[in-house]
């Protein structure tokens, strides 16, 4: 005999470890879809007219992004999802998975917006990678700051209201841990900044999927069938995170809410942060104009170091 539904009794297909519910697909999708709405509401992320910026790379976590966002904003009429992707430029990779966001978006009858590192940086990252010298960094610390002033140029441009990304709940917790490892927790409140805080000049970014786990994700692209690219990026060589991806799952198979409980520890960090925060001060950068929190921002010194600017 087959394992019921926990909820209506029809035959189960998934079994959410930290909430211990066997699901059907019906009721494994609907309450996904109001985990996700929860989210949006205990932080309030989203307002009912937003213009909605949808971070898609072409990989599950976004896909699932914006199929469920899709599926609740059909409630808010006067709101917008417009997906956008940033192309960083990575041959064999990013053109791949360009043609899966681009399937997703059609599929769900959208127009997917496209910004590349090239129009925006006069050089796409493979090309980067290749103008560093020995001693400078790893390719994904140019392609994450480079694609997060892409991401809020484009949606400044677009005249987006909000940025939302498809960080899932193991991103999250591997995350904050790699953070408090490597002593930086403040790096955790200046890279989570609640919506009620807004930086001027930066948009603001939310992760509405944020309380979905790995295996949720993956579990949702299947059930609802959606397109996505898999393939790792030749640059990924993220052994400490990968270390402690598989100490994680360990520990969540243990003790199922550990995911959970750091993010929520993450969260109390930022919460922390922002009510110290009497006046946070920040300056422009003298270069790009962008919010800095030095003379010359992040980008503006990268890309004078490689030559590139
Ligand atoms: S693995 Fe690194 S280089 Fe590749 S897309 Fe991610 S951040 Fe960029
Ligand atoms: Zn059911
Ligand atoms: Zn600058």
């Known amino acids: 005999m087959s394992i019921q539904c926990s909820k209506c009794g029809k035959p189960a297909v998934y079994l959410r470890r930290y909430t211990a519910e066997q699901l059907c ?3 494994f999708i609907d309450t996904t879809i109001q985990r996700v709405r929860r989210t949006i509401n205990r932080e309030k992320m989203l307002r009912d007219d937003d213009r909605i910026m949808v971070a898609i790379s072409g990989g599950k976590d976004s896909a699932v992004l914006l199929d469920v966002l899709y599926r609740i904003e059909e409630d808010f009429p006067k709101a917008e999802l417009i997906p956008l992707t940033i192309d960083e430029g990575i041959q064999g990779y990013r053109d791949e998975a360009l043609k899966a966001a681009r399937r997703l978006a059609s599929d769900l009858q959208m127009k997917l917006e496209v910004r590349t590192f090239s129009d925006l940086f006069g050089h796409p990252l493979d090309d980067i990678v290749k103008m560093r010298d020995e001693k400078s960094l790893g390719a994904c610390s140019y392609c994450g700051v480079l694609r997060r002033r892409s991401l809020n140029t484009a949606a400044r441009e677009l005249d987006g209201d909000v940025v939302v990304t498809g960080h899932n709940l193991d991103d ?9 490892m490597r002593g930086d927790s403040q790096r955790i ?4 900044r609640s919506r009620a805080q807004p930086i001027e000049g930066l948009i603001p970014r939310v992760k ?6 790995e295996r949720d994700i993956v579990a949702y692209t299947h059930q609802q069938s959606l397109p996505y690219h898999d393939i790792p990026c030749p640059y990924a060589v993220e052994a400490f995170r990968n270390d402690l991806r598989l100490f994680l799952n360990d520990m969540e198979h243990k003790r199922p809410g550990t995911l959970l409980a750091i993010m929520r520890s993450a969260e109390a960090i930022v919460q922390a942060f922002e009510q110290s925060e009497s006046s946070h001060e920040l300056l422009s950068c003298e270069r790009c ?4 929190s030095r003379r010359i921002c992040k980008v503006c010194s990268m890309l004078a170091d490689l030559g590139a600017d």
């Open 25 to 27: 697909r019906t009721c």
């Open 172 to 180: 999250e917790a591997q995350t904050a841990m790699m953070n408090m």
């Open 189 to 192: 409140a200046r890279t989570n």
């Open 208 to 213: 509405p999927v944020k309380e979905l786990s």
């Open 289 to 292: 104009g962008d919010p800095a």
